[in-house]
């Protein structure tokens, strides 16, 4: 049974190999705890679909368990996949049907008496309350993803998967999109997404786990992952046009940004960047301006995927 002390999903050395041999998932352990917005970020191909697709029952996994909401898939497979609803990441739908029979038959589904059923109230939470007799094929790219998020909880599951949710998705609406997401924690639903916008998880998760190649390389609370990031860049501008490469021991990684600026990457426990100047000027060039730049999660992320390629 389910206690509150379980963790919302606990994943233990979880492993996936494909057909063919595609080793997709390598010992994978990792808990999300209840209440959050946890962050699943990983580089294409590094495995994530084929977790959360093990979650929802999609793909059999090859070794390891994973329980949810503490009901283990194997043991308790109808009571885990109640605890979740899962938003996939290619939108599937039957064009003919309007949002609200959508919603109507993903309820019936889940076993969702009619007196209990939320759909009015889901068509609001996601905008769609005025297309809510609309074929679906009539709805924007947009609209069909809202109505995704609707159908993942119809039978109000106190987990809430979010695969790429937000892949081709203009601004505006990613916006709309996290606000009801936002909403949804605060009533105490836990969150999980994965996701390429690495600014996006920073902003929105407490806490974030990366894989690559199938294999856990971090999970922390956000904030503890960013401030252990070693990466710091700092913006020069020089007072020529660079003609040649430029190079030293201290720089990490260079780029031309303009013609007389660049970015240099160094690493903040090893230099710092009077190091860097100092560099830049026994090269001959002069300083003009100087700003430095902290690092973000997309530099934790670039410096823990190196690492782990290495
Ligand atoms: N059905 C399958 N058969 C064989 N290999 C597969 C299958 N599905 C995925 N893979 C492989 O398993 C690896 C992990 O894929 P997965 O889709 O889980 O990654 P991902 O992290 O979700 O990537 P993306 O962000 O691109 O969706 C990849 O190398 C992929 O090519």
Redesign the pocket.
Known sequence: MSVSSDPAIRITDLCKT???G?R?LDGVTFDVPRGQIFGLL????????????ILAGL?VKSGGSATIWGFDIDQHPRNAKRSIGIVP?EILFDPFFTPKEALEIQAGLYGVPKAERITNALLAAVRLTDKADAYARTLSGGMKRRLLVAKAMVHSPPILVL??PTAGVDIELRQQLWDYVRGLNKQGVTVVL?T?YLEEAEQLCDRIAI?NH?KLIANEPTRQLIAKAQDKAVVVEVDRDISGPLDAPCFERIEMTGPRTIEITYRKDKVNAGDVLAALQKEGLGIVDVSTRDPDLEDVFLSLTREAAA
């Open positions: 494909y057909a063919g595609k997709a990983g580089p294409n191909g590094a495995g994530k679909s084929t977790l959360i697709n793909v990441q695969d790429e994965t390429h894989i199938g």
